[in-house]
């Protein structure tokens, strides 16, 4: 008799996760596309879609949507963000494996029969990488290329172009949901939980509706910010080194100035100097402070321990009936 393999190596389920937010428009068709590559699969299917707390129609059309495949719909209290809507996705997860997909339409569902096969070959991480940045400008592409290379310096947790569109193994699923953090930088933790991983070359569609959450620049650099502050403590000693390379330039310049009036006697010139480096030091202070304070400010958040989401109502959708549950 053949045993049972273990839970931790079981390969016949899967749950799709999607974070939503405002995507009223969207969720409908992205579902019904996915409803049909999943009925396709040989393993037993559900659709988990988050509602990080939109505006909009979204957590009801989801509700309602027409779909062979069982939906739960997890509805946030408010706007969480991304990362804690992917990890309340990946804590309500049963099954064998987890994919999580945008809800904007831009990831393509046809991608996860290749994802689950290369899954079914003993891979625990199926990702999708994107072939090029074409659709972004200019100046997005470039900044993302450098901040990259500054994130990627020290540690490789941070893979360029690879986003959310992955599916991932029941013991990847327990392992991120076990880690304790409060300030999720999901793109990171995806790779520090470590794991055979497989990357899968593909070209991101046109979103169905609106545009990208991100688009402002402000918000996109404190996600920027946010990931940097959580992988690593370079900011922490560059200043350091701007420190001893200011104090080994005073030092420099000291000499001079004391050689210079031994041998040609004192004048006083160069209140110019004073206050430049004045004004040099202040700065270079104010920016090492602000950056300490970054980090003082994560211990913050982390020492306060407030849960990363709270859900409002969970729904679940099985096709015939419905349940709701507080
Ligand atoms: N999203 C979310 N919460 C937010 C912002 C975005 O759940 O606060 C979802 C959004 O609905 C989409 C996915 O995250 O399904 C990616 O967002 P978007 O397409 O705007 O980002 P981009 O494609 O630029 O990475
Ligand atoms: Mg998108």
Known sequence: MMPKPAPQTRRESLSVIIPAYNEAQAIVPVMQELDKVLQALPLKCRIIVVDDGSRDATAQNAADAQCETPVRVIRFSRNF??????????????????????????????MIPQFVKHWQEGYDVVYAKRAARDTDSWLRR???????????????????????????SRPVI????????????????????????????????????????????????RFGILGIMSFTTLPLRLISLLGVIVAG?????????????????VDVPGWATVVAGMMLLGGIQLISIGILGEYVGQIFTEVKNRPLYIVAEVVENDGQERQQAA
């Open 142 to 168: 470039n900044l993302s290329r450098l901040y990259y290379k500054i994130v990627s310096r020290e540690n490789s947790f941070i893979e360029s172009n690879a986003g959310d569109f992955r599916l991932m």
């Open 81 to 110: 963000g991304k990362e804690a809507a992917i990890s309340a996705g990946l804590s309500s997860v049963e099954t064998d494996a987890a994919v999580i997909i945008d809800a904007d339409g831009q990831h393509p569902p046809d």
């Open 174 to 221: 327990d392992a991120l949901n076990s880690l304790p953090e409060k300030t999720r930088f999901m793109k990171g933790l995806f790779n520090w939980v470590g794991f055979k991983k497989f990357p899968i070359e593909y070209t991101p569609r046109e979103r169905i509706a609106d545009e990208s959450k991100y688009t402002s620049l402000v918000l996109l650099f």
């Open 249 to 265: 330039l005073s030092i420099l310049y000291g000499s001079y100035i004391a050689l210079r009036t031994l041998i040609f006697g």
